[in-house]
């Protein structure tokens, strides 16, 4: 069943009509092992970044040119290892926060360019019409998933 087209209003009478999103954390066992990943792998910016309690150092990164939505990388000791999954439906198995997704001009020259740099593909360019989307699936070293994806159809339902 295709997807519906998103509704063209926005629910301005909502007490939450100001929301909008800011950053997702990330949480790594080694703060600067993870700035240099997301900056020389992803092309990432470090923006800022501060000391936390128990050695944890928290920092926001931002894509290369996107400054409207960062990642909080969480980075020290204290953490424990969570799944790394071998492909998509793997990470399937459990619920709560599953991956953070981009927004790109092209999923499957995204993903060349990631497999060129060493990154772990989860799930190989495919389109997904319930969605009108074209997405692949890729990890951090640490098993934090990510999705790239753009629209089949461009002027097609949005979501």
Known sequence: MPMPAAPDYENASSPFASWWLNHVAVRVP???????????????????????????????????TDNRVRIELMGGPGAQRKPHYADL???LSLYGFHHVGFRVDDVDEAVRMLKERGVTILS??????????RFAVFSDPWGNIFEVDRPIVPDGPKA
């Not at 993870?34 to 928290?58: A, K």
């Not at 360019?125 to 989307?133: G, I, S, V």
Request: charged fraction near 25%; charge should be negative.
């Open 30 to 64: 080694d703060f600067s092992a993870g700035v240099r990943w997301y900056t020389e792998t992803l092309d990432f910016r470090l923006v800022h970044s501060w000391p936390y309690e128990g050695g944890i150092t928290f920092g926001y990164l931002s894509p290369a």
């Open 89 to 91: 439906n793997d990470s």
């Open 124 to 133: 190989e360019p495919m389109d997904f019409e319930a969605c009108n989307r």
